[in-house]
Structures are given as structure tokens and as C-alpha cells.
């Protein structure tokens, strides 16, 4: 694995945006399995150093010692400039959008960076699963300016494939800001995540925000409002299976919390039928790396119980929780709703 290849790591990101070299030196040794001696050559400190800083009995203050560490390690150069714990802006600034408003139709762009950041941006994807997503914004914040930055340089393709990796990471910080209660910049991401996508030609993309507003506004409490938005992305032309899907099944909980129990329980057959006809995640865009068919049968439970067809929704479930004994969390969580689901039925 070259040094490159270590930064992809969500962890090690994470502690880089935080400032926390103890912890960037420990995952860095534990990813690379160098001793505290060998990573000591590469920032020009002795063992003893190293091991004083991993046991937090020395706080790095200096900049030649930060620079140091920077340059040995390797860290990616769109990191250099990230140095919050948490967000200081949650929407999207001035700057940003002036710079996507400004594709030329000139220029070449290595797109190296770009791809690169793709796939660090799929795995702060897996990690928010288990690492709060506010201690990785500063990292994804820093990487959707790397990529802006391509933009006015870039044309035809090349500019559609960075709108749309633009676009995937404005939906990421739009997901986190609405967990944080930041309800007004989660809106603003997410529709510039949506125009994003729309000018760089990605059907899926574009389906996936406005599909992610209607969930914003069915939580919000405004099924009615919620269910139109969520057919919107449904009825959008050009969208693969698991993109229809997954709108297919925010619009059946919409139709579930209006009272239109036939229409939502439709919708999830549909929704189902499309999921499970893509049960490979390479055949799903990579945001929806986690609408497996197992999930899709955790999804169709939902919507059968908020239609209160109990049997139906304790039949999904039988189907899936002896595949969940791994994940203890989840197996509870269902095990209580199969339960409630068999008693109700």
C-alpha cells in the first residue's frame, strides 16, 4: 500500500482535520505496521519522541514539527488547510458556488485528484456508520474545495464527472448538517447538491436529492409535501434500479403517513422488486453501497408496518434477522419490531 493509499483511511483523516498527531501517529503505525523507530526516521524525531507524543505526554505546538510530520507521512496536500474539530460554516460559502458557476469550456484537467477523492469519499461513507460524522466534516469540507477548485479549469466530460463528485460530497454534508439539528444548511446542500448534479448530466444523483429533501420533509412532519417531492424524484426519467428504489420507498412512507395504505403498499413492491433486482453493490451508485437486499427487506418491513400489515412486515423481517446475529445493535432493534409485528398480527 503506498503512502497515498493510507490517507484514504477515514480515521486517519479524521485525526489529521483534528489536529490529533498522537492519534495520526498510532492509526499510521497501526495501518502500516512500522515501528515507533522506523516512523521516527521518517519525521526526523527518535523513538523515544514518537512514543511521548503516541502517549499523549507531549503536545506538538511547533510548525517545523507539524511540517514535519506533514511531509513524512505524506499527508494529501487537500488536507494541509483543515485543521477544525468540527464545522465553523455549515452551509455552503459565496466562494464555493462561484467557483462551480465558472466551468469553462477550455482547459484539461488531471482528474487523478478527483478519482482519488472519490474513493475517500466512499469510504467516509462506511466510517460515518460508525464515527460521527462532524469530526470527518473539516476533511469532507476541505476535499468538495479540492475538487471546486478543478472546476473552472475543466470541459465536457471532465467537468460533468466533477460536478457530479461535487455533488456527492454536498449530499454527505448535507446528511451530517441535518443530524446536527442544522436543518437550513442541510437544505442548502442538498439543493446544491441537486443543481450540481442536474449540470453535470447524473440522473441518479439528482433523483437521490430531491429524494432526500422529501425524507427531510417527512421528518419534518409534512407527509403530504413529502410524498410529492419523493414521486418527483421517483418519476425522473434515465434512473437506474436501486435510485428508483430507494425514492420508490421514501414515497411509500410518505403515502403511509397520509393514509394512502394501498398506494404505499405498491410502492414498496416496487421499491423491492427494483432492490433486490441489483443485490451486487457494483451495480448501484455508490452512495446506495448499503441497499443490499437485506436492507431492502428492512425497508418493505417499515413500510408494511406503517400501513399496520403486521404480518407482512413480520414476514420481511424473519427473513432478515438471523442475518443480523453479527451486528448486535441491529439485531435487537428488529428482534423488538418482529415482536411487536407477530403480536400486532
Known amino acids: 500500500m503506498s503512502r497515498r493509499d ?39 524525531m527518535t523513538q523515544g519522541y514518537v512514543s511521548n507524543i503516541e502517549r499523549e505526554q507531549h503536545t506538538i505546538t511547533s510548525a517545523e514539527v507539524i511540517q514535519r510530520i506533514v511531509t513524512g507521512l505524506g499527508m494529501p496536500p487537500e488536507l494541509g488547510g483543515v485543521g477544525l474539530s468540527g464545522p465553523t460554516l455549515w452551509g455552503p460559502d459565496p466562494e464555493l458556488r462561484e467557483r462551480v458557476a ?17 474513493r475517500v469519499l466512499a469510504e467516509h461513507r462506511r466510517a460515518e456508520d460508525e464515527m460521527d460524522g462532524p469530526v470527518l466534516w473539516a476533511v469532507v469540507r476541505s476535499q468538495l474545495d479540492a475538487v471546486t477548485r478543478l472546476i473552472p479549469e475543466s470541459s465536457g466530460p471532465t467537468a460533468d464527472t466533477l460536478h457530479v463528485l461535487a455533488a456527492e ?21 442538498i439543493d446544491a447538491a441537486h443543481g450540481w448534479a442536474v449540470d453535470g448530466g447524473h440522473h441518479d444523483m439528482a433523483a437521490w436529492a430531491v429524494r432526500v429533501r422529501g425524507w427531510y420533509t417527512l421528518r419534518a412532519g409534512d407527509p403530504l409535501r413529502a ?23 421514501t414515497a411509500s412512507m410518505a403515502a403511509a403517513a397520509v393514509g394512502e395504505r394501498d398506494r404505499a403498499m405498491r410502492l414498496r413492491d416496487r421499491a423491492l422488486a427494483l432492490a433486490l433486482s441489483v443485490p451486487d453493490e457494483g451495480d448501484r451508485p455508490a452512495w446506495l453501497y448499503y441497499l443490499t437486499p437485506d436492507r431492502a427487506r428492512l425497508h418493505a418491513a417499515d413500510t408494511a408496518a406503517a400501513c399496520h400489515r403486521w404480518a407482512d412486515a413480520a414476514a420481511e423481517l424473519r427473513l432478515v434477522l438471523p442475518r ?18 407477530e403480536r400486532r398480527s
Not at 410524498?227 to 420507498?249: C, D, K, N, Q, V
Not at 443480523?324 to 409485528?341: K, M, N, Q, V
Open 6 to 44: 493510507l490517507w484514504d483511511d477515514a480515521r486517519l483523516r479524521a485525526a489529521a482535520a483534528q489536529r490529533d498527531w498522537a492519534a495520526v501517529l498510532r492509526r499510521y503505525r497501526h495501518l502500516t505496521g512500522l515501528s515507533q523507530s522506523k516512523v521516527g526516521e521518517l519525521i526526523a
Open 102 to 118: 465558472h466551468a469553462q469550456a477550455r482547459g484539461r484537467v488531471d482528474l487523478g485528484t478527483a478519482e482519488r477523492l472519490s
Open 169 to 189: 460530497h454536498a449530499h454527505w454534508l448535507s446528511w451530517v448538517a441535518w443530524q446536527e439539528e442544522q436543518r437550513g444548511p442541510a437544505l442548502a446542500w
Open 227 to 249: 410524498l410529492r417531492t419523493a414521486e418527483a424524484a421517483r418519476t425522473m426519467p434515465g434512473l437506474s434500479p436501486a435510485a428508483e428504489a430507494i425514492a420508490a420507498h
Open 324 to 341: 443480523l446475529e453479527g451486528y448486535p445493535r441491529d439485531y435487537a432493534h428488529y428482534a423488538a419490531r418482529l415482536a411487536e409485528a
